[in-house]
């Protein structure tokens, strides 16, 4: 999988929602939050692309994309990545 492309093509679906896509260095994942009226999806830039493509398609299911059109590769992958991690947090 290219996950430089993959990458790519998560960031153009931020833009549809009109959220910010910040990377940036810290003892963190990434994640998905609103500060002052303002949608942002922070990643961690020390992240392998494998992991920052996670965590965007997490964010991304974080704010919710259930209603809107998303190509059928990019839902596949968004919701085979919260599936993986819902299923760590469960411990199973």
């Known amino acids: 999988m290219n996950y430089a492309q993959l990458i790519t093509d998560l960031e153009e679906l931020t833009k ?10 810290g003892d963190f994942e990434g994640g998905y939050c609103i500060l002052k009226d303002q ?5 961690n830039k020390r992240l ?4 920052k493509a996670s965590a965007l398609a997490v964010g991304l299911a974080e704010y919710g994309i259930e209603t809107a059109y998303v190509k059928p590769n990019l839902r596949s992958y968004i919701e085979d990545e919260v ?3 819902s299923k760590a947090a469960s411990g199973k």
């Open 83 to 85: 599936a993986k991690v």
């Open 48 to 51: 392998s692309d494998a992991r």
């Open 39 to 43: 949608k942002i999806l922070v990643i």
């Open 16 to 25: 549809q929602f009109n959220i910010t896509v910040r990377y940036e260095k």
